[in-house]
């Protein structure tokens, strides 16, 4: 990683809020950083706090943007759970690396939670129209959002990126095999 890139992540704020009961993070302070690396600078050069919190209203909600447009929040979900509510046209839980009709593995979503959820809330904070008048035409919503991160987990999965985490690459033809196994 060159000076300039870990000096940008530096000035990122990460907090971490104490979650209740059983919720658990899937992803962390680290994971968030290596996604971030392996973006070009100009797509979250704004981004000012990541939060970590337990505000995800009975997992009905991953993550959001903060309103100020500066700071995302990924929310601690339940251990035990799937994905299937949140998956939108064309996406499959085996592009995550999970089984349709089961429990997602905490693999599967980690790999949702970062290369979905964060990538959608960060295209949230991309600006689509400079010279809107209010916030909520300045910036990506829902439709743009969701091509953000299909976009870029298309590129970012399109070449294997060594890593010793497995959920920075797509799902190994091993692990959907394991899956497989399972029936």
Request: aromatic share 8%; net charge positive; hydrophobic share 45%.
């Amino acid at each position: 990683m060159n000076a300039s890139l870990e000096s940008r992540l530096v000035r990122i704020r990460f907090s971490l809020s104490t979650i209740g009961a059983d919720r658990i993070h899937y992803v962390n302070q680290a994971d968030v950083c290596v996604l971030l690396s392996r973006l070009p600078l100009e797509l979250w050069k704004h981004l000012r706090a990541v939060h970590f919190n337990d505000r995800s209203c009975g997992a009905r909600v991953l993550g959001y943007v903060t309103k100020g447009r500066r700071e995302i929040a990924l929310c601690a979900l339940p251990p035990r759970m799937t994905l299937r509510a949140f998956l939108v046209r064309g996406q499959t839980p085996e592009q995550f690396g999970a089984k349709r009709g089961h429990k997602w593995p905490a693999l599967a979503i980690r790999r949702f939670m970062l290369y979905d959820t964060f990538l959608h809330e960060l295209g949230h904070l991309q600006v689509v129209n400079e010279n809107a008048h209010s916030a909520r035409l300045k910036f990506a919503r829902e439709k743009l959002a969701d091509a953000f991160a299909r976009q870029w987990r298309k590129r970012l999965w399109s070449a294997p990126f060594l890593h010793a985490d497995p959920v920075h690459n797509p799902p190994s033809a091993e692990e959907l095999s394991v899956l497989l196994e399972r029936e």
